[in-house]
């Protein structure tokens, strides 16, 4: 990934006017700020925008129309983290262990073509190293459909290689399902309760299968330009279905590897990717820059919203940025971003 290095050409007359006794230059804007608009020209989303938080405060820049900082939109998979750090808490709990089988907790759910729950651990569905097929891929993300329907799709297909680093959405969803099993009560209630509660996070939910999103909030729209604000979550599950805010996000990820979510020996459990040989934590994904440093978080990717949040290893410094669709054209802009960002430059 190369760093953007955006070199801005300065009319003459400004240029006179900064030679002027008492006058004083506009500060240049952020490179990370100068990069946004990107995502729209080129990455072909209807508009984007971002949300920094910083030691000095919080800066908030967008490009297009019809985005707004308190906006309400679908997170997708960041879900997993907020998933990810209930079953940690209850590990921490002792109230179960990463390598309890599935079986234990869900026993002869997971059954068929070659698909076995007492081979399979806890840790291997919060690392995406179980093998199981990705339902997703069946219902491509636009088919209702609840956790056992979710499972019987999955387990239709043969596993992968078990052991080897495979993302699937299904390991998400059976982890909403053994929250359930061991605490009698719903993912989404365990989460408010341990975290969104806790930190105060009021522009979060977990819909249901509320299909509108709380106010306020812009619209989203596919590739092609088609609305699809109302959108059954169903699609996701535990998998993907929350809604939230960018100042949410950036306070949630900021708290969780600040040690505010976890004693400190899970939260080394949860950034570790050996099981996964580096591509995965629990929860969350490394990223390494091109000036060396490592940011974590997690991007979500559901119909009509893309979103990623990135932080460094103590939640100092927290981006999240987002676009009213599905993806972004040129995949190149997402590490610019980041690099822009995270990486310090000489002006």
């Known amino acids: 990934m190369t760093p953007l290095r955006t070199l801005l050409a300065v009319p003459v007359s400004l240029a006179l006017l900064a030679l002027v006794p ?10 990370t700020d100068a990069i946004l608009p ?7 989303a209807p508009a984007a925008a971002l949300l920094a938080q910083e030691q000095s405060g919080t800066r908030y820049a967008r490009a297009g129309r019809g985005i707004a900082r308190a906006d309400h939109f679908r997170a997708g998979s960041i879900t997993k983290t907020f998933v990810a750090t209930v ?8 109230r179960l262990s990463l390598s309890d089988t599935v079986e234990r907790h869900l026993p002869g759910l997971v059954r068929g073509a070659g698909n076995d729950g007492r081979s399979l651990t806890l840790r291997s569905l919060l690392t995406h190293t179980s093998g199981l097929y990705d339902y997703t891929r069946d219902t491509r993300g636009v088919t209702p459909v ?10 239709t297909h043969p596993p992968a290689h078990s052991g080897r680093f495979s993302y699937s959405n299904t390991n998400y969803v059976l982890l909403g399902l053994v929250i359930e099993q ?9 989460a408010e309760r341990r975290i969104i509660a806790p930190l105060g996070l009021t522009g979060t939910s977990f819909p249901g299968s509320r299909t509108s999103l709380p106010s306020p909030h812009g619209r989203a729209y596919t590739a092609g330009g088609t609305d699809v604000t109302d959108l059954d979550p169903r699609v996701a599950g535990a998998a993907g279905e929350m809604v939230t805010t960018l100042a949410d996000l950036d306070r949630f990820y900021a708290a969780l590897l600040d040690g505010e979510l976890l004693p400190s020996r899970w939260l080394r459990e949860m950034l570790d990717t050996r099981t996964a040989h580096g591509s995965y934590g629990m929860g969350l994904f490394p990223v390494k820059l091109p000036c060396g440093t490592t940011v974590w978080g997690h991007n979500g990717r ?4 893309y979103v990623r949040t990135a932080a ?14 599905a993806g972004i054209a040129d995949p190149g802009l997402e590490p610019r971003l980041l690099d822009a960002e995270f990486c310090p430059r000489t002006q």
């Open 22 to 31: 008492g006058s004083s230059p506009t500060p240049p804007a952020p490179a």
């Open 38 to 44: 990107l995502l729209v020209t080129q990455g072909g």
């Open 312 to 325: 460094t290893a103590d939640g100092r410094r927290v981006l999240t940025f987002r676009v009213n669709t």
């Open 182 to 190: 061991v605490t009698g009560r719903s993912y989404a209630t365990e």
């Open 146 to 155: 609840t956790a056992p329907q979710a499972m019987h799709i999955a387990l």
């Open 302 to 305: 559901i119909l009509g919203s």
């Open 87 to 94: 079953v940690l808490q209850l590990a921490a709990q002792h």
